[in-house]
Structure formats: C-alpha cells, structure tokens
C-alpha cells in the first residue's frame, strides 16, 4: 500500500499538482489574514482551494477567539465549515455578508471569471452577490489575460434537467458549443446540489462576457451561468513558491 502511496504521490508531483497545492494554499491564507476580521458574517464557497481558507479561519477562530458567521455555498462548503467547528449559518439568517471568498478556474485581466468546474456554481454566485466584498482565491494557473486560457471546458451552465435539449440548441445558436456534463466513467449526467444539469459552454473567440451571460440567463431553462463579471474586488493568485500577486 505504501508503494501505492508514492506512486501516486510521484505522479501528482509529475502532473505539478502537489506543487500547486502551495499556490492555492499562500492564496488562501494571504486572503483570510487580509480580509477577515472579528464580528464578521462570511461567505464559504467551494472547490479545493477554499479548503486551505477554512482551515486558516479555523486556526484565527481559535486563536484570536473571533466571532464569525459562515455562510455556505454548496454542500461540501457546509461540510468544511461543521468539520471545522466554525459557525454555521445561511442567507435566511445572515442575508447580508461581510466578505465572500472562494475559488475560480480561470480569470481575465479584467477580473471577470468563469467558475463552476465544480458544478457549484449558482449557489456560489448567490453567496457572492450577498457579500460587501468578493475575493477570489487561486493558484496562478488560474491567472489569465483571457477567459479560456487557464479553463478549456467552457462556461459551466446550470440547467433544469427537462430543459437540457431545447436549451443546448439555443446556446448553440449563441455560437458556442454545449456539452452536458457526465459523471464519470459516464455514469449518466452530473447532478448538482440543487438537482440540475450542468452545460458546459466551449467557446473559441472573446466574448462580451457581461453580454453573453445576459444572453444565457435569458433562455428559459437557464438557472444561473458560470460567468462572473464585475463581481470580484481583487483576485489572489498563489505561486508555487508560496508568493502571491493580488489584481
Ligand atoms: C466550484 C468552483 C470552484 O471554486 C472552482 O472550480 C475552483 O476550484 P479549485 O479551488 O478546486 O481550483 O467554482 O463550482
């Protein structure tokens, strides 16, 4: 089993996954220890990175007894925040948040992101339109010039699963290329927390990113996009080397 271990190990080190692991994680800490502060209501969104800022609230909650309220955004967010001790809560109670942080798989110069690799994203879009202040957190693979460069499966779109067909042929007549996700070994589709489909969205040219995800809201059927625009007030990008660049 242990050979086992360190083989999988070398090949995460070959793919330069466990090397990245400390770009997410500087991201993560730099934005917690900059961010948070007592007396706070806080968005937890999802994803691995978002892993690492639980983890540094749950150390600053211990250590500096700082009083937080923890919103999830998705099942596992709900999940680090009671495995973490933290406060639960949800926008019933807390409607309105301090700071929301979370990752995002790939974001623009001009701060516009798509998320959603997780398939979380409509809840994550809710959490983070809530909050006075919106931080994404990633490793700087995420880091891009345009949509697209760091992220090549597309816009992930929410679907109400009877809608997928009529809605993959609209989006097609938008010019992209619709893919509704499977689970794996194709196990049939993926279903996210809320019950739907996810669609995923290839496209091979610039977008007016605002524009295009009006234009995917608009199709009935459509439950939220991928696309965040104008929404994040800083991005922080974790470096291999445990350095971080903030936009
Ligand atoms: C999930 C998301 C995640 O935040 C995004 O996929 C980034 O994940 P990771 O931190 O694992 O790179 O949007 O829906």
């Given at each position: 089993r242990?050979?086992?271990?360190?083989?999988h190990l070398?090949?995460?080190?070959?793919?330069g996954e466990?090397?990245?692991?400390?770009?997410?994680r500087?991201?993560?800490?730099?934005?917690v220890?900059?961010?948070?502060?007592?007396?706070q209501?806080?968005g937890?969104?999802?994803?691995?990175?978002?892993?690492?800022?639980v983890?540094?609230?749950?150390?600053?909650?211990k250590d500096?007894?700082?009083?937080?309220?923890c919103?999830?955004?998705?099942?596992?967010?709900?999940?680090?925040?009671t495995?973490?001790?933290?406060?639960?809560?949800d926008l019933?109670r807390?409607?309105?948040?301090?700071?929301?942080i979370?990752g995002?798989?790939?974001v623009d110069?001009n701060?516009?992101?798509?998320?959603?690799?997780?398939?979380?994203?409509?809840q994550e879009?809710?959490?983070a339109?809530c909050?006075?202040?919106?931080?994404?957190?990633?490793?700087?693979?995420?880091?891009?010039?345009?949509?697209?460069e760091?992220?090549?499966?597309?816009?992930?779109v929410?679907?109400?699963?009877?809608a997928?067909?009529?809605?993959?042929?609209?989006i097609?007549?938008?010019?992209?290329?619709?893919?509704?996700?499977?689970?794996?070994?194709?196990?049939?589709p993926v279903?996210?927390d809320?019950?739907n489909?996810i669609?995923?969205?290839?496209?091979d040219k610039v977008?007016?990113?605002?524009?295009?995800?009006?234009q995917?809201n608009?199709?009935?059927?459509v439950?939220e996009?991928g696309?965040?625009?104008?929404m994040a007030?800083?991005a922080?990008?974790g470096k291999?080397?445990g350095t971080?660049t903030k936009?």
């Amino acid at each position: 089993r242990l050979r086992g271990s360190i083989l999988h190990l070398c090949r995460r080190v070959s793919t330069g996954e466990v090397v990245m692991e400390a770009g997410k994680r500087a991201a993560a800490r730099y934005a917690v220890d900059t961010y948070v502060k007592g007396n706070q209501a806080l968005g937890i969104g999802s994803g691995s990175t978002i892993v690492y800022a639980v983890e540094r609230i749950a150390e600053r909650v211990k250590d500096e007894k700082l009083h937080l309220l923890c919103v999830p955004s998705s099942f596992q967010a709900q999940q680090l925040i009671t495995q973490h001790n933290l406060t639960l809560s949800d926008l019933d109670r807390t409607p309105e948040l301090d700071v929301a942080i979370d990752g995002a798989d790939d974001v623009d110069s001009n701060l516009s992101a798509i998320k959603g690799g997780g398939g979380c994203l409509t809840q994550e879009k809710i959490v983070a339109s809530c909050a006075k202040q919106f931080i994404i957190i990633a490793d700087d693979r995420k880091d891009s010039k345009q949509l697209g460069e760091a992220f090549k499966k597309g816009i992930p779109v929410e679907v109400i699963p009877m809608a997928y067909v009529p809605v993959m042929k609209k989006i097609e007549k938008l010019g992209l290329k619709p893919i509704l996700r499977m689970a794996r070994a194709k196990a049939g589709p993926v279903v996210t927390d809320n019950s739907n489909f996810i669609i995923d969205c290839q496209f091979d040219k610039v977008y007016d990113w605002k524009e295009l995800n009006t234009q995917l809201n608009l199709i009935p059927g459509v439950v939220e996009t991928g696309l965040f625009v104008g929404m994040a007030e800083c991005a922080i990008f974790g470096k291999p080397d445990g350095t971080i660049t903030k936009r």
